[in-house]
Nanobody
Framework: QVQLVESGGALVQAGGSLRLSCAAS????????MGWFRQAPGKEREFVTA???????YYAASVKGRFTISRDNANNTVNLQMNSLKPEDTAVYHC????????????WGQGTQVTVSS
């Protein structure tokens, strides 16, 4: 089992920046693919970004150039730096992980709220 705990969510003005972190435990972190998803009220959960255990990066088109994912294998954390935030980025952001095939996402965190005011 893998436990994921997100932190860093907050209320921020449009154009501002925020950094989310996700701490993982329960399995060798370097063996995990790590990702971020978000879910806005009344909408389905959507993919934001991911970093494979190989280090390969994936971004949704809506955040490319504004968001940056990184991983710290020494501290078992994955970070999401969010710049130039827009009101449409408002959502609960969830950390996800998987140790198997990339994209299966077996483990999920509880989420952290990000609210961007206009």
């Amino acid at each position: 089992q893998v436990q994921l705990v997100e932190s860093g969510g907050a209320l921020v003005q449009a154009g501002g920046s925020l950094r989310l972190s996700c701490a993982a435990s329960g399995r060798a972190f370097s063996s995990l693919h790590m990702g971020w998803f978000r879910q806005a009220p009344g909408k389905e959960r959507e993919f934001v970004t991911a970093i494979a255990r190989s280090g390969k990066l994936y971004y949704a088109a809506s955040v490319k150039g504004r968001f940056t994912i990184s991983r710290d294998n020494a501290n078992n954390t994955v970070n999401l730096q969010m710049n130039s935030l827009k009101p449409e980025d408002t959502a609960v952001y969830h950390c996800a992980a998987d140790g198997g095939i990339y994209g299966t996402w077996s483990y999920w965190g509880q989420g952290t709220q990000v609210t961007v005011s206009s």
